[in-house]
């Protein structure tokens, strides 16, 4: 099966919001659940989704998005990161420092 364009846009926002997540080491379930949600809600496949969030469970290095299809709507991937960050009802430092650092990797003035 050949992913569309908004497949796979979303499947790298997935990728993402998985490297935010992981920034603190540490998954809150808030974290996990909206992730796992925006993933179901996005239509990612199921099993490519499972494969993603095992990636948490496992730990380590999380899989690197493609920033060329990030970039092209950015905003919509900041206000998933956004989302995500402020899940667990706190903006952790190391949160706050991924949102600046995906600020500037999408090329978005502050």
């Known amino acids: ?8 846009f979303n499947i790298e926002v997935i990728k ?51 920033l060329e299809v990030l970039r092209t709507r950015p905003d919509e991937v900041l206000e998933a990161a956004r989302a995500l960050c402020v899940s667990d009802g706190k903006l952790a430092e190391g949160e706050k420092t991924m949102l600046e650092r995906i600020t500037s990797r999408l090329g978005v003035t502050p």
């Open 16 to 66: 993402l919001l998985l490297q935010v997540a992981w920034v603190d080491r540490e998954i809150t379930k808030a974290e996990r659940m909206v992730v796992l949600g925006l993933g179901r809600s996005w239509n990612v496949p199921e099993a490519e989704l499972h494969s993603l969030m095992d990636r948490l469970d496992i730990g380590g290095t999380m899989p690197e998005p493609d």
């Open 1 to 8: 099966m050949t992913l569309s364009a908004e497949d796979r």
